[in-house]
Each structure stands twice: as structure tokens, then as C-alpha cells.
């Protein structure tokens, strides 16, 4: 199964990702890696995702958080390669989570984007992480996540 139609049996569409700045690019590619830009999870009407976790926001709700950021992730690795299917694997994640000090599930956080990596991309979705608390993120969000994938 592609993993544009493992997204689709999980029901997740992917949106075509844009730049934020002229000067800034979703993603770049270098020989065989796509180093893409960190994103945090997107608004929607009826969410707005603002606060840190362990004080607005339980652990569950950040591994949402994180999850939605796996989604950006891969919309954003789509726009530039045009098929999710060139990811050989995902090979290192920073995950970084808007918490007070003394916060210590900063993994369980992050393990919202890691499980649907590992969903989508089976195998080629294990990767190494790193998972930080930070005292903040741009516009408040709760989590910020970028990437590095093995690419053909």
C-alpha cells in the first residue's frame, strides 16, 4: 500500500504546503535528504491551537497536537517530492513542546507524530527523535516538529 493511500484509508487529506516567507523554502533537498521546515499544528475553526502543554493542554491533547504536526509534515514532504512513495525512511525528528518548567512527557508528546509516521510509512517511518521542552514557540503553539527523510 502507497502511503498516499494509507493516509486515505486513515481518512487524512493532504493539503499542498506554502512557505510562510519568500526567503523561506517548505523543504530543500541535498544528494538523497529532504530537510523540511519545523511546523506547528494548524488552526482550524474550531480549534485553535495556542498554550502549553501540561498547562493548557494535557499529554493527550499535545500527542494530537504532534499528530496533526505528522500531517503537516507529510503534506509539506508531498508538495516538493509529489509522491510520498520517494521517502526511503524518515530518518531524524525534532520535536519541540511549549511546556513549564519541569515538564517531563515531552516524549509522550511527541510519540502523536512518531505513531503516524510509523502508520503511513510502515517500517520506513522508524526514525531517531529528539523530544525537548521549550519555555516557547512561535504564535504559542503547543508543539513545533520538523523533519529529515531519506529520499530516491
Known sequence: MTPEE????????????TSFHPAMAV???TGNLLYLSGTTPPDRPEK????????????????????????Q??????TVLGDLSRIRRVVK?????NCPPGFGQTPQVI?????????VLG????????????QAL?????????TIFEIE
Open 6 to 17: 494509507k493516509l486515505k484509508e486513515l481518512g487524512i487529506e493532504l493539503k499542498e504546503a
Open 27 to 29: 523543504g530543500v533537498i
Open 48 to 71: 485553535q491551537w495556542r498554550g502549553r502543554v501540561g498547562e493548557t493542554y494535557s499529554v493527550e491533547e499535545g500527542y494530537q497536537a504532534a499528530r496533526e504536526c505528522a500531517i
Open 73 to 78: 509534515q507529510l503534506a509539506m514532504a508531498k
Open 93 to 97: 525528528v525534532l520535536g519541540m513542546v
Open 111 to 119: 510519540h502523536g507524530f512518531l505513531e503516524l509516521m510509523h502508520e
Open 123 to 134: 517500517e520506513r517511518g522508524v526514525h531517531a527523535r529528539s523530544a525537548v521542552g521549550l
Open 138 to 146: 512561535p504564535s504559542d503553539a503547543p508543539v513545533e516538529i520538523e
